[in-house]
């Protein structure tokens, strides 16, 4: 398991709350949520319906995965930033894409605090899943097989991302 260090692990604790109840979040992880009061966590679900686009809405809100190869984001090579579908959150510089073969747009790096994460089950087998941690949009997994100088490999859905040219 990766260590986090007390502020990192006090978000994942407080966004892990949130992303299963919101009344699970007791005041002390609210506090170290710098997006606790954020207007994107309280917009209904038939909200989001209206300002996503269909494919978009099934990644960000029911954690759903875009078919690999689909996205126009891996080819994407200009300087800038990727934000968030959901809420225009940077979440990656693109100094930090790279071509991992898997058909998903990938990162070894996110900015400070723009990402939570928690662990899924989906598949059977624990990973590490990832959301926005403004509006906690989902955006797809981070595995530990990236290159240096992280190790890390932020497989993205291209459906949540949106590029900002620099």
């Known amino acids: 398991m990766r260590h986090l260090c007390p502020d990192r692990r006090t978000l994942l604790i407080a966004t892990a709350c949130a992303l ?3 009344s699970l979040a007791t005041a002390a992880t609210k506090a170290a949520d710098p997006f606790a009061n954020s207007p994107f966590r309280r917009l209904s ?3 989001w319906r209206k300002r996503l686009p269909v494919a978009s809405y099934l990644v960000l809100r029911q954690e759903d995965t875009e078919r690999a190869g689909t996205s126009p984001l891996n080819r994407e090579k200009r300087k800038g930033t990727f ?3 959901g809420c225009d959150l ?3 510089n693109s100094d930090t ?3 991992s073969g898997t058909g998903w747009p990938s990162f070894f790096r996110a900015l400070p605090g723009a990402v939570a ?4 089950y989906k598949i059977g087998v624990p990973r590490t899943e990832y959301h926005c941690a403004r ?7 981070v595995f530990p097989d ?3 100088p992280t190790g890390l490999r932020y497989c993205n859905n291209g459906v949540a991302l949106k590029f900002v040219p620099a």
């Open 83 to 85: 934000v968030c579908l």
């Open 90 to 92: 940077p979440l990656f």
């Open 117 to 120: 994460e928690k662990i899924d």
């Open 135 to 141: 509006c906690l949009g989902h955006q797809g997994h």
């Open 45 to 47: 679900d038939a909200e």
């Open 20 to 22: 299963l109840s919101p």
């Open 97 to 99: 894409k790279y071509e």
């Open 146 to 148: 990236g290159p240096r």
